[in-house]
């Protein structure tokens, strides 16, 4: 029996469903609809559902929920056009207010049982279905009931893991290659060519995987890696590998979730070893209502450079605290505080820092396989120590442009161009530089 078979015949029978509760039901929910307004609202809302516009009756109850939120028919409306609609998340979050408010509404924990069974959650949806079950519904509700317990049952112990290899390419020209000043001179000394401004075109291609591992429907492990090789065939002194990987544990129970991980990387500069790091990387998430979610994470860890650089070692710490909207099923807005600071690891290095900014950024559907990705991030670094005699405070801006056209000409082909710019003022002149980046990525990711 398939969802969509399981969701007409439930709205067919609701109201029978209901007979055995309604008088309870009215005593506890109908009372809180006692405006006209309300009352037209909830005729809307439920005619739209109807006729199947679930799209516009979500973002018609959307409207409403701040003024309407207490009530339970008003959320058990809300959240049946989430479920229909695509949204588990803010479906499961409306319904159970529904039942906090009306633990007799049978029709709100039917629904509230079908949204936990959509988001994997058979372990608290099966118990809900046996109740319902044991409420002496109507024949054809008994057989819906029955249907799921049946396939809650049938189903693995756990989720199947999924592995996702992908490929990309990525070329375009690159305005600052090697993200230099463009002045010639410092300090009344020719710079090398090496430390000034040089424009190259670049290539780069890479690979990666990411593996899910579910252990439970709340609890499951994640692996990933990934290689890259970068070209500029006018700036080879910086041709650059990196190789990275992340193990985290992820979980969710409820409206709260998590995320503990170890992540690395090494990288290569001109052919020869340049750069590493490891850390681990902490995150603690509550959703607070159908659309906003907040955050705050922390990552620590060592970056170590070569021997004739290691005086550029520090032990690095970042902290964030995050915000995020979500104004469509693929549409999300977040805000993000950064603090943070680097401890040298050499006595008397200078690059010792302390670290403040913010970022914001955008997924908007453009269509159903087309999204604008807009970032926009500020970073100032207060060095602790002096850079020839001055002491030097470095304060970035970056941005990135990027539309992405998913599924193009098949199945897992995605084409991307994307513009970005970074814009790095210091009070040391040599480390003053801007960068434009035009490029056009190629990702392939089989599903």
């Known amino acids: 029996m398939t969802a969509v078979t399981i969701r007409r015949q439930v709205v067919l029978t609701l109201a029978l469903l209901m007979a055995p509760f309604a008088i309870a039901y009215a005593q506890q929910t109908m009372q809180l609809a006692d405006s006209g307004d309300a009352r037209d609202l909830y005729q809307q809302a439920e005619s739209l559902l109807a006729s199947g516009n679930t799209g516009n009756a979500y973002e018609l109850l959307r409207a409403y929920e701040s003024e309407f939120s207490a009530n339970p028919y008003f959320n058990y409306l809300l959240g049946v056009a989430a479920l229909d609609y695509g949204l588990n998340?803010?479906?499961?979050?409306?319904?159970?207010?529904?039942?906090?408010?009306?633990?007799?509404?049978?029709?709100?924990?039917?629904?509230?049982a079908r949204a936990l069974y959509d988001a994997g959650e058979y372990t608290e949806a099966?118990?809900?279905?046996?109740?319902?079950?044991?409420?002496?519904?109507?024949?054809?509700?008994?057989?819906?009931?029955?249907?799921?317990?049946?396939?809650?049952?049938?189903?693995?112990?756990?989720?199947?893991?999924?592995?996702?290899?992908?490929?990309?390419?990525l070329t375009g020209h690159d305005s600052n290659a090697n993200a230099a000043t463009d002045n010639e001179q410092f300090l009344g000394f020719t710079l090398s060519p090496e430390n000034q401004k040089?424009?190259?075109?670049?290539?780069?291609?890479?690979?990666?995987?990411?593996?899910?591992?579910?252990?439970?429907?709340?609890?499951?492990?994640?692996?990933?890696?990934?290689?890259?090789?970068?070209?500029?065939?006018?700036?080879?002194?910086?041709?650059?590998?990196?190789?990275?990987?992340?193990?985290?544990?992820?979980?969710?129970?409820?409206?709260?979730?998590?995320?503990?991980?170890?992540?690395?990387?090494?990288?290569?500069?001109?052919?020869?070893?340049?750069?590493?790091?490891?850390?681990?990387?902490?995150?603690?998430?509550?959703?607070?209502?159908?659309?906003?979610?907040?955050?705050?994470?922390?990552?620590?860890?060592?970056l170590s450079y070569d021997e004739s650089i290691e005086v550029l070692d520090v032990n690095r710490t970042l902290y964030t605290v995050a915000a995020s909207y979500r104004f469509a099923s693929l549409g999300r807005l977040s805000i993000e505080a950064i603090g943070g600071n680097d401890s040298e690891q050499e006595s008397g290095s200078p690059y010792g820092n302390s670290k403040a900014g913010a970022r914001v950024g955008l997924t908007a559907p453009l269509a159903d396989s087309a999204f604008l990705i807009l970032s926009l991030g500020s970073l100032t670094s207060d060095y602790d120590g002096l850079f020839f005699g001055s002491a030097?405070?470095?304060?970035?801006?970056?941005?990135?442009?990027?539309?992405?056209?998913?599924?193009?000409?098949?199945?897992?082909?995605?084409?991307?161009?994307?513009?970005?710019?970074?814009?790095?003022?210091?009070?040391?002149?040599?480390?003053?530089?801007?960068?434009?980046?035009?490029?056009?990525?190629i990702r392939w990711a089989p599903k």
């Open 89 to 112: 998340d803010e479906a499961i979050l409306s319904l159970r207010r529904a039942v906090a408010g009306a633990p007799l509404f049978a029709g709100a924990r039917m629904e509230l």
């Open 198 to 302: 040089t424009d190259s075109p670049f290539f780069e291609a890479a690979a990666g995987f990411d593996w899910n591992l579910p252990r439970s429907t709340q609890f499951g492990w994640f692996i990933g890696g990934r290689a890259s090789i970068r070209d500029n065939p006018d700036a080879e002194f910086v041709d650059a590998s990196i190789f990275s990987g992340l193990a985290s544990m992820n979980w969710r129970r409820g409206a709260v979730f998590g995320r503990a991980g170890l992540n690395g990387y090494a990288a290569t500069r001109d052919g020869s070893s340049n750069e590493t790091y490891g850390g681990l990387d902490v995150m603690l998430g509550r959703s607070l209502n159908s659309s906003w979610d907040v955050s705050v994470a922390a990552r620590s860890g060592a």
């Open 392 to 441: 030097r405070e470095d304060r970035q801006l970056s941005s990135l442009l990027q539309f992405e056209f998913r599924d193009v000409l098949t199945d897992g082909l995605t084409l991307a161009p994307r513009l970005r710019y970074i814009d790095n003022d210091s009070d040391v002149d040599l480390y003053t530089y801007n960068r434009t980046e035009v490029g056009l990525m």
């Open 126 to 169: 099966r118990p809900i279905f046996v109740n319902l079950l044991g409420e002496n519904p109507p024949a054809e509700v008994l057989g819906v009931i029955d249907g799921y317990i049946q396939a809650i049952d049938a189903r693995p112990s756990l989720p199947p893991s999924r592995f996702s290899p992908y490929a990309e390419l």
